[in-house]
């Protein structure tokens, strides 16, 4: 039988936390090539390649991010032992790293999330960057899961999945005012003001599609990217914005915002990006399933439905 040797785990643990063998040996002080042997005694152990050598350079392997996610759990299991000991309470807590794109709704986030947003044993971490800086840390195995507007493609090399997770009407929202006239769509664009997504979004691309084609171009007040931004000025400005509804809900209800027109042949769509993994997080496929089995029936099926 093959036990765990903690000290191996603690010096991988600094190897993973300083990027390098030099600079972890620096810090253990210990000689790197002792500190080399005692990474291959815990490879060999576990039966897996922990980092992967590229170019003189240390990444984690898939493995490698597993463990160490276990070496930090169990290191922060030896305080809480110690808080214990003391009549202090500790608690196992499961560690969830999610990147969202920051054109995404926070009030969709909010849902998503509200399942493990009060459990004393799940810890969320979210970051926030554009699409391509989140699939490099996907890649890299330091998030669990991506939040995304858009799937991706999936090759041989990323095998990413991308499960559709939710659809919200496109609409256009104005500030509440006397004597509101019904809005002609897309004709009172000729001379009505409006704030728009930046051209990355998808809904950006295919409302100029839909104005191209009428002939239209419209008079732009703003171009924004951030949708938390996109709804304050929605609530400040007399243009009217095109905004996915669920971004406004809270300004619709209590009605500072109208709405001014439903756009039917657009549809904002929310996407769950995950890589295939031997070890998945189980909390992501626990959000993933109960956010799939709330998709109307018409919905259109996943890009993959492979479990996370």
């Known amino acids: 039988m093959s036990f765990l040797n903690y000290h191996h785990l603690r010096y991988f643990r600094a190897i993973a936390n300083e990027g390098s063998l030099t600079r972890a ?27 992967a050598r590229e170019h003189k350079s240390l990444s984690l392997t898939e493995a490698g991010r597993i463990t160490l996610d276990y070496a930090e759990a169990i290191f922060r299991t030896g305080e809480e032992l110690t808080d214990t000991i003391r009549n202090q309470i500790g608690k196992k807590r499961t560690l969830l790293r999610v990147g969202a794109v920051t054109t995404l709704s926070r009030n ?7 399942p493990v947003m009060n459990r004393d044993d799940v810890e969320l971490v979210i970051n926030s960057g554009n699409l391509r800086d989140l699939l490099a840390q996907l890649k890299a195995h330091t998030i669990d899961m991506l939040l995304s507007n858009m799937p991706v493609r999936r090759d ?9 997770l939710d659809e919200q009407a496109v609409v256009l929202v ?13 004709e009172d664009l000729r001379s009505t003001p409006v704030i728009l997504p930046s051209l990355e979004s998808n809904i950006r691309a295919s409302f100029d ?10 008079i732009i007040a703003a171009e924004i ?8 000025f929605a609530r400040e400005s007399d243009a009217v914005t095109l ?26 769509t929310f996407f769950a990006i ?26 259109p099926k996943p890009t993959s439905t492979k479990k996370p």
């Open 108 to 114: 969709f986030q909010l849902s998503f999330f509200r």
């Open 156 to 164: 041989a090399e990323t095998g990413w999945h991308s499960h559709l």
């Open 225 to 232: 990217d951030d949708m938390a931004m996109l709804r304050l």
């Open 209 to 218: 599609v839909i104005l191209d084609q009428a002939g239209i171009r419209p």
């Open 243 to 268: 905004v996915p509804a669920v971004v406004v809900k809270d300004e619709l209800a209590t009605g500072l915002l109208v709405e001014r027109h439903r756009i039917s042949q657009i549809k904002e």
């Open 174 to 186: 104005g500030r509440k005012v006397r004597n509101l006239k019904p809005f002609r769509f897309p």
């Open 274 to 299: 995950t890589p295939s993994r031997r070890f998945s997080n189980k909390l992501v496929q626990e959000l993933v399933r109960k956010q799939k089995a709330n998709l109307p029936e018409s919905a």
């Open 25 to 51: 040996a620096q810090h253990l002080k210990i000689s790197q090539s002792a500190l080399s042997v005692q990474l291959r005694q815990l490879e060999n152990s576990l039966g897996q390649s922990l980092f």
